[in-house]
């Protein structure tokens, strides 16, 4: 079974990307969907990261705004945070590829927002990039509740150049022109993928 890893920065249109993967029937991991269950009530990350962040937990859950504020304000917490998730998404992803490869799928897809930040595009078999103009990207992001530009720099600044991302991609999925032009580069990939 291959393993495949899903990349792009943020407002590429990754998460649309990845629900289009899971129509062509492709067992895809959610690594932020994962993070949103550790933190959650009853989450695994709840108690660390309330000890190492001492008032971002509220009603049981981790607050992911306050946590954010934290960070802004002393970005060296970072470091201590991924060394709390990570292990735990990392744990949540083996026992998702051991399930996939038991059903006896052919490959599937591990939605990594920071895969290349983390080293993970040295670990998986083969590399989709999602990309947009940035412009267009700037767009998606500043729609949506809460985000500013400051933020958005922040963010930014944090992650590889798409350029290198692009250099290193073995499959790039462009999704300027639209769903139905995303939906055919996937069904590509897969059909690749499947051969």
């Known amino acids: 079974m291959k393993i495949v890893g899903l990349t792009g920065s943020i407002g590429m249109g990754k998460s649309a990307t990845a629900k289009l993967f899971r129509q062509q029937g492709i067992p895809v991991f959610d690594s932020d969907a994962c993070v949103h269950d550790l933190y959650d009530i009853g989450g695994s990350a709840v108690e660390p990261v309330g000890e190492a ?3 971002v937990v509220h009603e049981g859950a981790v607050d992911r705004e306050t946590l954010s504020a934290q960070l802004r304000e002393d970005p060296s917490g970072f470091a201590r945070l991924e060394a709390i998730v990570h292990p735990l998404v990392a744990q949540a992803r083996e026992h998702f590829i051991h399930d996939a490869s038991k ?10 927002p920071l895969l290349f930040e983390t080293g993970g595009h040295e670990h998986v078999d083969a590399v989709v990039v999602v990309h947009a103009p940035q412009a267009e990207r700037r767009a998606r992001v500043l729609q949506r509740p809460g985000m500013t530009e400051e933020k958005l720099d922040a963010i930014i600044a944090r992650q590889t150049p798409d350029s290198v991302k692009l250099d290193q991609a073995d499959y790039i999925v462009e999704t300027s022109g639209g769903l139905d032009d995303a939906r055919r580069q996937v069904a590509g990939i897969v059909k690749k993928l499947s051969g």
């Open 53 to 55: 962040f001492p008032g």
């Open 103 to 112: 059903a006896g799928a052919a490959f599937v897809i591990l939605d990594v």
